[in-house]
């Protein structure tokens, strides 16, 4: 046999023996999504040292307590039995498997804009990620907000699903801030204050709430001077996304904390940047929010 053939032949068999993992790739690039849009920290309960992604974790709010689902791969009590078009009818119009409503505690009012290409990348990587067995816990709310059927209703009157805006005098890294901000770090979601029925607030886009689920004030983020970031410089900025450290060299603490170590801490420095030119431009809104301490050593930042 000649030498090229032996030798196309031995590659062949290491091939058959060691088969290439064609999906390295994608699962690798599902997991920097996964980390953008902070999924280990909502899907795990930290203070009871759950399983990570097995859900339970508990969020009290003024509706009542919501508590996060397992997403691993389980058959039995994850999201084993889904469908990659499940998956989709959930990130994309907050719908189950079995056709009923996910309360808007689920943040598909801003998951729904994630691109078809990062929402298979991080299909790809949940199927990845150790299988858990563990029975997900029921929220527990007050009429009328555990009557179901209403988030049709609430639906029609809150959730956006407009495409973003085509924006063509923008630039390149402005759109990839903008789509990281609003859609996988879903960032509105916590400091866009909420109206009588958890409905996100647009006239104060960014500004900040006093009423956040873990009992701690979030800060206004719209490049307002007085009482927002407008101050802040492009570092100051880098520096609370890369570490958590703020502009007077404190430390942020609670929901914050864990946004950084968990998701923003992850960023590349490209996108990172992308970001802080997003920041820097949206509306500058005055909304003064009273700094709270965290239940962790450091606060909430001002």
Same mark, same amino acid.
């Given at each position: 046999?000649?030498?090229?053939?032996?030798?196309?032949?031995?590659?062949?068999?290491?091939?058959?023996?060691?088969?290439?993992?064609?999906?390295?790739?994608?699962?690798?690039?599902?997991?920097?999504?996964?980390?953008?849009?902070?999924? &280990?920290?909502?899907?795990?309960?930290?203070?009871?040292?759950?399983?990570?992604?097995?859900?339970?974790?508990?969020?009290?709010?003024?509706?009542?307590?919501?508590?996060?689902?397992?997403?691993?791969?389980?058959?039995?009590?994850?999201?084993?039995?889904?469908?990659?078009?499940?998956?989709?009818?959930?990130?994309?119009?907050?719908?189950?498997?079995?056709?009923?409503?996910?309360?808007? @505690?689920?943040?598909?009012?801003?998951?729904?804009?994630?691109?078809?290409?990062?929402?298979?990348?991080?299909?790809?990587?949940?199927?990845?990620?150790?299988?858990?067995?563990?029975?997900?816990?029921?929220?527990?709310?007050?009429?009328?907000?555990?009557?179901?059927?209403?988030?049709?209703?609430?639906?029609?009157?809150?959730?956006?699903?407009?495409?973003?805006?085509?924006?063509?005098?923008?630039?390149?890294?402005?759109?990839?801030?903008?789509?990281? &901000?609003?859609?996988?770090?879903?960032?509105?979601?916590?400091?866009?204050?909420?109206?009588?029925?958890?409905?996100?607030?647009?006239?104060?886009?960014?500004?900040?709430?006093?009423?956040?689920?873990?009992?701690?004030?979030?800060?206004?983020?719209?490049?307002?001077?007085?009482?927002?970031?407008?101050?802040?410089?492009?570092?100051?900025?880098?520096?609370?996304?890369?570490?958590?450290?703020?502009?007077?060299?404190?430390? &942020?603490?609670? &929901?914050?904390?864990?946004?950084?170590?968990?998701?923003?801490?992850?960023?590349?420095?490209?996108?990172?940047?992308?970001?802080?030119?997003?920041?820097?431009?949206?509306?500058?809104?005055?909304?003064?929010?009273?700094?709270?301490? @965290?239940?962790?050593?450091?606060? @909430?930042?001002?």
């Amino acid at each position: 046999m000649p030498i090229a053939a032996r030798a196309a032949l031995f590659i062949l068999l290491l091939f058959m023996v060691f088969p290439l993992d064609t999906n390295a790739g994608e699962i690798e690039r599902g997991k920097y999504i996964f980390d953008l849009a902070g999924c &280990v920290g909502c899907h795990t309960d930290k203070k009871s040292n759950g399983p990570i992604l097995g859900g339970g974790r508990k969020f009290e709010t003024e509706f009542g307590i919501f508590y996060s689902p397992n997403i691993t791969p389980d058959i039995n009590s994850g999201i084993g039995k889904w469908t990659f078009a499940d998956f989709t009818r959930a990130m994309r119009d907050g719908v189950s498997p079995d056709g009923l409503n996910y309360y808007p @505690s689920f943040p598909y009012t801003s998951y729904n804009k994630i691109t078809d290409d990062d929402l298979r990348a991080l299909w790809t990587y949940l199927q990845s990620v150790s299988p858990v067995a563990q029975t997900n816990t029921p929220h527990n709310l007050t009429p009328p907000f555990n009557w179901r059927f209403l988030i049709s209703i609430w639906k029609l009157l809150n959730f956006d699903k407009t495409p973003f805006a085509a924006e063509p005098e923008k630039s390149d890294t402005w759109k990839r801030g903008r789509y990281i &901000v609003e859609a996988l770090s879903h960032c509105r979601e916590c400091h866009t204050p909420r109206n009588i029925i958890g409905g996100m607030d647009m006239e104060m886009d960014y500004a900040g709430t006093s009423k956040n689920p873990e009992g701690i004030a979030v800060p206004n983020i719209t490049p307002e001077r007085e009482t927002g970031i407008g101050k802040w410089t492009k570092s100051d900025i880098d520096m609370l996304l890369a570490m958590g450290m703020l502009p007077n060299a404190d430390f &942020v603490g609670g &929901v914050m904390a864990e946004s950084i170590s968990h998701s923003t801490s992850k960023m590349t420095p490209a996108d990172r940047a992308a970001v802080i030119e997003y920041l820097e431009q949206i509306k500058p809104i005055a909304n003064s929010i009273k700094r709270q301490k @965290s239940d962790n050593s450091g606060e @909430s930042w001002q």
